[in-house]
């Protein structure tokens, strides 16, 4: 029904504003009601009442990156499979070797990374030297 | 009454599809009220059911059974004081709460609580659902990197990149239950959370027992990514209260910090709503094809009634047995209140199934199934709700690198094998 495909996405776009509104209006009460007095401690980083020792903002574990890119990978494989699934009964067996094809290939990187030791973590990793 | 209000009352599209707007902004309304209920309902459940699990007592002095203790601590976080540290990016801190509660609160729109008890029916809802919800990743990453300060930052990058690897698993879940809606004379399956359900109407059967084992195996693959995903124990690493007081939310004071507690529990009943629509018949009663003619339709409608009357009866049993003590007279007063409450709803809900058994009566038969359609979900949801507490009660804690282990070597091979097996399964039968 194409006549009516604007007004089926607009309760999304009403849905989006409200809570917009509510979440800001939540936050701008706490920030009228509650008190404000502020001290050095109060304002510092929690840290088990340790001084915290310089900025946060440093480097951090390159394993973080990589599951990252991994997730953009198989998340935009599983996107292709959302419209393959809805009409593979239509494509018949042209539309389900064609998607086997593609999931072996990305099946095959997954055991290259996999033997690659990218996804294992702690002790393994650190036997190997590679955090 | 004006002719947009009036007009859709017995219709049976969603507001959306009839392009209805004042329906639609009501839904809307309808169910934040709700979702903040349903959130306060569940922190005060999740309290006493966890002390009882661990045989204390939980709240008792905040209202009868600590009933008013959500209200309570609204109140509490509302005084209490806005701290936002002095490293912290004062425009990233302040807007990492909205995105979190932004992406949990939007995916409410396609959710289906009955075949037009919903805000609209999108072509592609599961994948907007899938999509939405995943957004809240980043909300907590945001809340990490802004505070500038070590715990929430390590909090922040272990929950995005558990929740970043369970999605995965979850994704190609899901594929697999869109399999077999296609499994219809015309071929086509669907992504619209409303035509899924259909679809298992359609079939006779819900998808869980659909080519068994399959459908299970993919509902439980599904069922354990939704726990990572929601950062809940036992995958709680973002919040690892002994390794990392909060996680990611460690610097959040006062009300700010109660939208990510929002937060949480809204992703918790949306995608417990997802796994319902996909596997467990969404609005249908059990065994719709088994029992049915209009003695059994009779029996399942006087279900809602029964539950209220057996919460009535729960809160009438609190009243006896409290203690016969001067000082305990107002919270006896309070419970047996909010006992005939809740007989009051249930002596409504017992009326409407009685009266609205036939077409033409005081109470249209389509209220009936409406409430019926809207009970069957919730309960099925309310399941799931109570699952998360039990889990939380039971599980240990696991460990990182075994989380990643799972995620990466374990769910999600067997999730792609689920799926082909579906896809050979659905196209032999072609």
């Known amino acids: 029904m194409p006549d009516n495909y604007f007004a089926r996405y607009l309760p999304l776009l009403m849905h989006f504003g409200i809570a917009t509104v509510l979440a800001s209006i939540i936050v701008t009460l706490s920030y009228l009601v509650g008190q404000h007095k502020p001290n050095i401690a109060k304002m510092s980083p929690y840290e088990c009442g340790v001084q915290p020792i310089g900025d946060t903002r440093g480097r951090f574990s390159v394993k973080f990156y990589l599951v990252a890119m991994l997730f953009i990978l198989f998340d935009v494989e599983a996107v292709f499979l ?39 973590w702690g002790l393994i990793a650190g036997k190997r030297g590679d955090i | 009454m004006p002719d947009f209000v009036t007009s859709y009352l017995g219709s049976t599209l969603t507001p959306g599809e009839a392009g209805n707007q004042f329906w639609a902004l009501v839904y809307v309304f309808v169910i934040f009220a709700g979702v903040s209920l349903a959130v306060m309902s569940m922190n ?20 009868p059974h600590g009933l008013l203790q959500p209200i309570a601590d609204a109140i509490k976080l509302l005084l209490k004081e806005d701290i936002i540290p002095a ?32 805000v609209s029916d999108m072509n ?26 070590n715990y929430p930052l390590i909090g922040a990058l272990r929950s995005s990149a558990q929740m970043v690897s369970y999605e995965v698993a979850m994704g190609l879940a899901v594929v697999s239950a869109i399999l077999m809606t296609s499994l219809n004379e015309t071929g086509t399956g669907t992504l619209s959370m409303i035509g899924i359900v259909r679809a298992q109407q359609e079939q006779g059967v819900w998808f869980i027992f659909k080519f068994f084992p399959l459908g299970l195996i ?55 709503s997802i796994a319902v629509t996909l596997w467990l018949g969404g609005w249908m009663r059990p065994f719709s094809r088994l ?43 309070g419970l047996a209140v909010f ?31 409406s409430i019926g359609y809207i009970y069957w979900f919730l309960l099925k949801v309310a399941v799931f709700m109570y699952l998360f507490i039990w889990y939380r009660a039971t599980w240990p804690r696991y460990r990182f690198d075994q989380l990643m282990r799972v995620g990466w070597k374990v769910l999600l091979p067997i999730s792609l094998t689920v799926l082909v097996a579906t896809a050979i399964v659905g196209i032999l039968l072609s």
């Open chain 1, 82 to 120: 959302y419209p393959w699934a809805v009409i593979l009964r239509e494509l018949k067996m042209f539309g389900f070797w064609e998607m086997m094809v593609y999931i072996a290939i990305v099946l095959v990187g997954l055991f290259y990374v996999w033997k690659k030791g990218v996804l294992d």
């Open chain 2, 44 to 63: 005060w459940l999740e309290r006493k059911a966890l002390a009882h699990f661990q045989i204390r007592l939980g709240p008792m002095r905040t209202g």
């Open chain 2, 87 to 118: 490293g912290a990016d004062r425009f990233v801190f302040w807007v990492a709460p909205l995105i979190g509660l932004l992406a949990a609160f939007t995916v409410y729109t396609v959710i289906p609580f009955g075949p037009s008890q919903a």
């Open chain 2, 124 to 149: 592609i809802g599961i994948l907007f659902m899938l999509g939405v919800s995943s957004l809240g990743v980043l909300g907590v990453v945001v809340a990490g990197w802004a505070s500038n300060s």
């Open chain 2, 218 to 272: 993919a509902f439980i693959v599904f069922a354990i990514a939704m726990v990572a995903e929601t950062n809940r124990a036992p995958f709680d690493m973002a919040e690892a209260e002994s390794e990392l007081t909060a996680g990611y939310h460690t610097e959040y004071s006062g009300l700010r910090w109660s939208l990510f507690m929002l937060a949480e529990y809204a992703a918790m009943i949306s995608v417990s």
């Open chain 2, 291 to 333: 029992l049915r003619g209009s003695a059994w339709d009779l029996i399942f409608s006087l279900f809602p009634a029964v539950t209220f009357m057996g919460l009535a009866a729960v809160a009438f049993v609190g009243v006896v047995r409290m203690p016969r003590r001067s000082d305990f007279k107002v919270q006896k007063i």
């Open chain 2, 339 to 369: 006992g005939w409450l809740l007989g009051f709803i249930a002596l409504m809900l017992l009326i409407i199934a009685i009266a609205g058994r036939s077409n033409g009566a005081a109470i249209p038969s389509t209220v009936n199934q």
